[in-house]
């Protein structure tokens, strides 16, 4: 099958193009970076700007997908920093992605929503659809963006369909998220032997190992449409706290010191994120069932920071 991937050279873009040319896919990639020095045989990179209706109108046109993952996105900590630009690229681009499909007849668009949708005050764990009242840029252009998806599904004709990601987690580098402190916590670990986190030890959030993340988008692409009674899902795996984080990386790195310094701003964001989300509406109409619990996760991580410390240089 033909898919083109936006976000590409992201956290998730990344891996999702090796996960997708593994199935079989054809791969197209839009995103704004050049293209890497390594990708899969076969895969083809365009550089362009979400933000740009015209580029990304033909980058669809020549591409011809038949299915469009929509991950380019700027994530809610760095999103803070340049709301405008947030606006710009997260909802802008969402609207550019779904008219191109609408326009060159592709069948369908996957969307990469987030649990940065919601805000404070719920009650845990929050259901599937409840009311949305997020308090960042990022979290208002998501929830804005599973709307507009709705209406180009109901009123267009084109097939939407999305997952709320948990913070995810995988030994790739993290792009301006409020959770990529789990990652740097592994990291910064083994090559400086200590780290400091930037939320308190306490706070808990949602969270997932990527792989499992990567395979929900592709199972929920690929559910029967009679089997889904809507188009986005909560999926989770697990809630650690940080100090959960930092207990499973001591035990892999003995004498690591991590400490907890929180940052006001982004503490400020995780704190209106919820602890506990329900995710039975996915359990059971297309199946979903996560994979690596926090031991798991952890081993996985283990094994690949090596080479990301490489990647980004001691
Ligand atoms: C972030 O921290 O901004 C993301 C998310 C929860 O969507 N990882």
Not at 97 to 110: H, K, P, S, W, Y
Not at 235 to 249: K, L, R, T, Y
Not at 255 to 266: H, K, N, Q, S, Y
């Amino acid at each position: 099958m033909k898919t083109l991937v936006t976000g590409g050279a992201g956290q998730v873009g990344s891996q999702l193009i090796p996960y997708l040319c593994e199935l079989g896919n054809e791969v197209v990639v839009f995103d704004l970076a050049a293209a890497p020095t390594t990708l899969p045989e076969g895969v083809r990179w365009v550089q362009g700007d979400i933000t740009d209706a015209q580029a990304v109108s033909s980058a669809v046109a020549g591409a011809g997908p038949e299915v469009i993952f929509h991950l380019a996105a700027i994530l809610s900590a760095k999103g803070e920093q340049d709301p405008h630009r947030t606006y710009r690229v997260n909802l802008g681009g969402t609207y550019n992605i779904l008219e191109a499909a609408r326009t060159n007849g592709v069948r369908q668009v996957m969307y990469a929503s987030t649990i940065a949708v919601f805000g404070p005050g719920l009650p845990e764990p929050v259901q599937n659809e409840v009311s949305l009242r997020p308090t960042t840029m990022y979290g208002v252009t998501k929830v804005a963006g599973e709307l507009l998806g709705e209406y180009y599904q109901s009123r267009r004709g084109l097939e939407f369909r999305g997952v709320r990601f948990p913070g995810l987690v995988n030994a790739g580098v993290p792009g301006g998220g409020t959770t990529d402190y789990a990652l740097w916590m592994y990291v910064d670990a083994v090559r400086h032997g200590r780290y400091e986190c930037f939320v308190e030890a306490s706070s808990r959030l949602p969270m997932m190992y990527l792989d499992d993340g990567l395979r929900a988008m592709v199972e929920l692409s690929q559910a029967p449409r009679e089997r889904l009674k809507r188009c986005i899902y909560n999926i989770v795996a697990i809630s650690p706290s940080a100090g959960d984080f930092a207990d499973a990386v001591r035990k892999r790195v003995p004498g690591a010191e991590i400490t907890f310094v929180p940052d006001p701003a982004r503490q400020k964001i995780l704190d209106s994120w919820p602890h506990e989300v329900d995710d039975s509406a996915a359990r059971s109409e297309w199946d979903w069932r996560h994979e690596y619990d926090l031991e798991r996760m952890s081993d996985a991580i283990m094994e690949r920071v090596p080479a990301l410390i490489e990647q980004l240089g001691r």
